[in-house]
């Protein structure tokens, strides 16, 4: 390795034998290895001149990297909007006894969505590939679970019963932020990295 010396010039005892390795073109300036020396003039060949015709050729690629870079950035910046669909994961959107998954239980009465300290582990719902973004629980009920995940899919899930996984819904292209029920929980908005925010029907299924 080499060691600079204070003056910018080599230090004969650590660098002797190595050449002007280290040079300034002004005192604190550092101009690198091949610099020339304070006051020194480059003459005959060693001086570079560029041509009219080789000025415009550099001016020429130069705005055609910047062109370039510019589309690439607007690129980046479009959002990437995909058809939104959802796949059902049961036998009939209907219970038998003619409502849908939506309507609460008849032993479900609406809460205050008070909050309290868990006490102990109830159960696990397994479905997403990676992490868990957000987790919504629907309106005044509670009986749905709305979740959004970084595998940038939305799931509902049953809270009541058999607790699978009612919905799966697709309809962004990179994780999902977060998610927000309506007041009757017919409807729900999610938001995505993918910069779209996207408003879903929770009953309806394509």
Known sequence: FFFQAEDGIRDPLWSRGLGDVYKRQKQGDYAGPWATYEGQEIEGDDKCVLSEEQKAILKKAEESRQKKLEELKEEENKPVIVKAKSVFHGTLSKEFQGGSFLTPPSGIKPNKNQCYIPKKWVHTWVGHSKAVQCIRVFPKYGHLLLS????SQIKLWDVNTNRKC??????HTEAVRDLCFSNDGKTFLSASY???VVLWLSLIHI
């Open 148 to 151: 959004g995940s970084f595998d």
């Open 194 to 196: 993918d910069k779209n």
């Open 166 to 171: 009612i919905l799966t819904y697709l309809g």
